[in-house]
């Protein structure tokens, strides 16, 4: 079996815990990952040292959620969060606990865990507590909540959400229980932050096993997330999900296919409801308002194209379609790379003249200058080759005679 290869300082802080008599363990993710032959990316550590304790121990900290027992310990110019074992009180918004209580006894902080591959300790002399058979459940790929699923959905609604998450990103079952508990629960996602649900419905639908993206909605999950966008999805399902395996994991692109068979003002209202960033929700919903326009592939169509909507605009459209099987988005796609490669004015900033240049010749200021600025803009979509200040101030003198 795979072992973890502790990172020097993860290593440095787990023994510093011991010397000063101490559990030390890394516990969760990295655990599972190591497992499984993957690298982790984060070192999450749990001990039996509270958190003035470790503050004690370490002098560089910083109190990161010492409420929640965690303390953040910088080295070498790093930052190693550790967290006290705990045992958490009740859930009174199926998101946080009501109070929180420190342990000394590591398979109690255990018990509070999600699933039981997420909840295996690691430490170099003892090597892994494994009180929940998460060891196996990785092996055979399986999915299964600690001790009473439902109970654990329950305290933290969002569980069920990684429980798919998880399912799609590492190609895993969810275990049967685990998946009726899902069921049973399932309108208690409706009590979670459009934040944390926008996060894990990303990383879900741009996840490596799609033939596993259903279990979204036949647990009932993406109906109480949005009860239109479920019917959208499960009547073109299969077309979404090969859509979505053909395209690159970018989140515009992946909601554009995941939203595009619903009613324009709808799919935006989805895309508000989950509070993207501004940035986002502008490139989404112009892709979205174009994916029914016919592809033109001819240079001046696509440069047309791009002034219209943007490059990025563009590009992320045609991939879109690419993906959904329209041919002449790969000829499209080539096209606009050469444009952009080209430099080819698609904007009246990218214009040879401007217009002070406009008013120097006679043009009067204010809205003459935009139209002419326009139209002169139209003519190099057409003939690159046109954009030179020469050429554009004797058409500009044209258009005043």
């Not at 999450?44 to 003035?52: I, K």
Request: with cysteine; proline share 2%; hydrophobic share 40%.
């Amino acid at each position: 079996m795979n072992k973890p290869i502790l990172p020097r300082d993860v290593a440095w802080i787990l023994k510093k815990l011991n010397e000063n008599g101490f559990e030390g363990y890394i516990v969760g993710g990295c655990v599972r990952d190591a497992i499984m032959g993957i690298e982790p990316h984060d070192w999450d550590m749990t001990t039996s040292a509270t958190p003035q304790e470790i503050k004690r121990i370490f002098s560089h900290t910083v109190d990161t959620g010492i409420k929640h027992g965690t303390v953040t310990v910088v080295l070498n110019g790093e930052n190693y969060e550790i967290t006290t074992y705990r045992v958490e009180g009740d859930y009174q918004d199926c998101r946080h606990p009501s109070h929180v209580s420190f342990t000394r006894d590591l398979h109690e902080d255990l018990l509070r865990r999600d699933f039981t591959m997420n909840a295996i300790a690691y430490c170099q002399s003892e090597g892994y507590v494994d009180i929940f058979g998460g060891i196996s459940d990785i092996n055979e790929r399986v999915i299964r909540g600690v001790g009473d699923a439902s109970e654990r959905f329950r305290e933290d609604a969002l569980r069920m959400l990684r429980a798919v998450r998880f399912s799609v990103q590492l190609n895993f079952d969810i275990e049967e229980k685990t998946k009726e508990a899902l069921k049973e629960n399932a309108e208690l996602i409706e009590k979670i932050s459009a934040e944390r649900i926008r996060e894990e419905l990303t990383k879900t639908i741009t996840g490596n096993a799609l033939n596993r993206l259903p279990v979204l909605w036949e647990t009932g999950l993406l109906k109480h997330i949005s009860l239109e966008l479920c019917n959208s999805v499960e009547k073109n399902s299969e077309d979404i999900i090969y859509q979505l395996k053909g395209i690159e994991k970018n989140t515009v692109m992946a909601y554009a296919v995941f939203l595009q068979f619903m009613d324009i003002p709808k799919a935006k209202n989805v895309l508000q409801s989950l509070k993207f960033d501004t940035k986002t929700m502008r490139l989404a919903k112009t892709v979205l308002n174009n994916m029914k326009v016919e592809i033109e592939t001819s240079s001046a169509q696509v440069r047309k194209f791009a002034a219209r909507i943007g490059t990025e605009a563009l590009e992320t459209l045609y991939k879109v379609k690419l993906a959904g099987g329209e041919n002449a988005a790969e000829k499209a796609l080539e096209t606009l790379k050469r444009v952009i490669e080209d430099g080819d004015c698609i904007s009246v900033k990218g214009l040879a003249l401007s217009g002070e240049d406009l008013m120097g010749i006679g043009v009067e200021k204010g809205k003459a200058i935009g139209n002419i600025l326009n139209e002169l803009l139209e003519m190099v979509l057409e003939n690159p080759k046109m954009n030179n200040k020469e050429t554009l101030l004797k058409t500009a003198r044209d258009k005043l005679i």
